[in-house]
T-cell receptor
């Protein structure tokens, strides 16, 4: 199993550009989520999904869109990038049972100029 | 809403010394508590978790944590630190609601002196 994979690893955007961060998992996990990590603030939840076709907002959803058309994939879209979105982005997945471990991808480091 | 506080942003210990990283949480019901470790440039790895039962939980790499309801704390400990333990450590609380997503503390960066 590859676990949770994210692409790209690094990305530089100009303000106003759009892009999609890719996330895929091969563990057949129902739950997937996106976090952003900023110094001193830990990880903050952006959006999450409890199954294909179902998504919901987390703590910091503004400026981001998600969709979940398959169990495996959960892309995160930035419609019009802003410098405040410079961060490290982590995708995570876990099985539906609350007691299951959440697995994290390796992260995408995004810089918006 | 739940919240997690890690009071120490940076901690430096000597190799072989004992370690305690502090974590305080705020949550109205029985919390689900986790400690994760992040090595430089890496994703997060689960060290241990607490759901119920014995308040002292053992994890990987020789770590343990103790849940103290009266103090709303879940401190991480290790009796003897190794240089390879240098990393950032995150405490998190999971809520028993739709999605059961995690709320993280701000993290504690551990440095180990030789």
């Amino acid at each position: 199993n590859a676990g949770v994979t994210q692409t790209p690893k690094f990305q530089v955007l100009k303000t106003g550009q759009s892009m999609t961060l890719q996330c895929a998992q091969d563990m057949n996990h129902e739950y997937m989520s996106w976090y952003r990590q900023d110094p001193g603030m830990g990880l903050r939840l952006i959006h999450y999904s409890v199954g294909a076709g179902i998504t919901d907002q987390g703590e910091v959803p503004n400026g981001y869109n998600v969709s979940r058309s398959t169990t495996e994939d959960f892309p995160l879209r930035l419609l019009s990038a802003a410098p405040s979105q410079t961060s490290v982005y982590f995708c995570a997945s876990r099985a539906a049972d609350l007691y299951n471990e959440q697995f994290f991808g390796p992260g995408t480091r995004l810089t918006v100029l | 809403a739940q919240s997690v506080t890690q009071p120490d942003i940076h901690i430096t210990v000597s190799e072989g010394a004992s370690l305690e990283l502090r974590c305080n949480y705020s949550y109205g019901a029985t919390p689900y508590l986790f400690w994760y470790v992040q090595s430089p440039g890496q994703g997060l790895q689960l060290l241990l978790k607490y759901f119920s039962g014995d308040t002292l939980v053992q994890g990987i790499k020789g770590f343990e944590a103790e849940f103290k309801r009266s103090q709303s704390s879940f401190n991480l400990r290790k009796p003897s630190v190794h240089w390879s333990d240098a990393a950032e450590y995150f405490c998190a609380v999971g809520a028993n609601n739709a999605g059961n997503m995690l709320t993280f503390g701000g993290g504690t960066r551990l440095m180990v002196k030789p």
